[in-house]
């Protein structure tokens, strides 16, 4: 198996959807000739063809409101918004249509789009190009929020957005584009939407994270392994919405210590959502606190300051063990 970037796994899915399937589109902002501001869809044009891979006005609810359309309509569209920042603007779309149509209808349309957007810090990026926002989409019902992790499962969750009947927004993380390599087969691979992955094996502890965080939460695992002996189980969720609450609450009630990890603000954040699950089905089996490192309840710092924003290693290590001495 090729070793691929995130960039490399996504613009791969999407070639071979729309090689597979002539119903597959892209359009966004500078996604045909340049091939995305990432290069996420570098090289579509060239072999799908202008009618294919579509660039469009700088105008985030044009594009949303034109892949509703193009999805009810039979084609399945994948829009790209080129940082999550901006898809404020196209909000009213997700919410007021794609969200509802199903419903609106009784069954009779189903929107099956992707809105892909890069979200995250940790670049040095402008005002409005670091957010964090998921749970804004995970909030909205009708709506599927999937946000990968590494090159791998960024291309097999792209794959099943793309053929899944309904709305998807897609996060991919900016700071991960380039930043390692794994192994990626050429052959189909697929993930469900809405199943997490234990990604670690442990007994003392489970962490919990997604997307950018996953990184500094399976380092802090490693070293709470190597210098404390603590075994701690990770789990990857992958999907905000619909969120397979399952797999962390079997985790819970093996190790009876529970930390969530997100970039977002801490306040009604993901967090918040798994640890009142937590609460609802494994109460009995907790032996400590819920724990939550998150981003701050501020908008995030430009530049030098956005790295004592983001969770990193250490301060997930020191409220590991904060809570695995707790009584």
């Not at 399937?21 to 072999?47: H, K, N």
């Not at 997700?94 to 992707?114: D, F, K, T």
């Not at 691979?189 to 670690?200: A, D, H, Y």
């Not at 619909?242 to 009876?256: A, I, M, Q, W, Y």
Request: proline residues 6%; hydrophobic residues 40%; negative net charge.
């Amino acid at each position: 198996m090729a070793k691929m970037t995130m960039v490399q796994a996504l613009n791969m899915a999407l070639r071979q959807e729309m090689e597979k399937d002539d119903r597959v589109v892209v359009l966004g902002e500078d996604v045909g000739v340049d091939g995305g501001v990432f290069r996420i869809t570098d090289g579509l044009i060239d072999q799908f063809g202008d009618n294919r891979s579509l660039d469009t006005p700088l105008a985030e609810s044009a594009i949303v409101g034109m892949s509703i359309g193009m999805a009810i309509y039979g084609l399945r569209p994948v829009c790209e918004i080129q940082f999550s920042g901006f898809s404020y603007h196209n909000f009213h779309q997700i919410e007021n249509h794609a969200s509802r149509y199903r419903w609106r209808s009784q069954g009779r349309y189903h929107v099956p789009m992707v809105l892909r957007a890069p979200y995250s810090g940790g670049v040095r990026a402008l005002e409005h190009h670091s957010e964090s926002r998921e749970i804004y989409y995970a909030h909205t019902p009708g709506i599927k929020m999937v946000i990968p992790s590494g090159p791998r499962n960024a291309r097999s969750l792209l794959i099943s957005a793309i053929r899944d009947p309904d709305p998807v927004i897609f996060f991919e993380s900016k700071a991960l584009y380039r930043a390692f390599r794994e192994e990626v087969p050429e052959n189909e691979e697929t993930l469900p939407i809405g199943k997490s992955q234990v990604v670690r094996q442990g007994s003392d502890l489970t962490m919990i994270s997604y997307g950018a965080m996953m990184r500094p939460t399976l380092e802090a695992a490693s070293e709470l392994e190597e210098n404390d002996g603590v075994q701690a189980e990770v789990i990857d969720l992958l999907t905000i919405s619909p969120l397979d609450d399952e797999t962390f609450v079997r985790s819970v009630k093996k190790t009876g210590r529970a930390i969530i990890v997100h970039e977002a603000p801490r306040s009604f954040g993901p967090g918040a959502e798994i640890a009142a699950r937590l609460v609802e089905k494994a109460f009995f089996y907790l032996e400590a606190p819920i724990s939550r490192v998150a981003g701050f309840d501020i908008i995030i710092p430009l530049f030098s300051r956005e790295k004592s924003y983001i969770p990193n290693t250490q301060r997930i290590v020191r409220e590991a063990k904060k809570i695995l001495n707790s009584a």
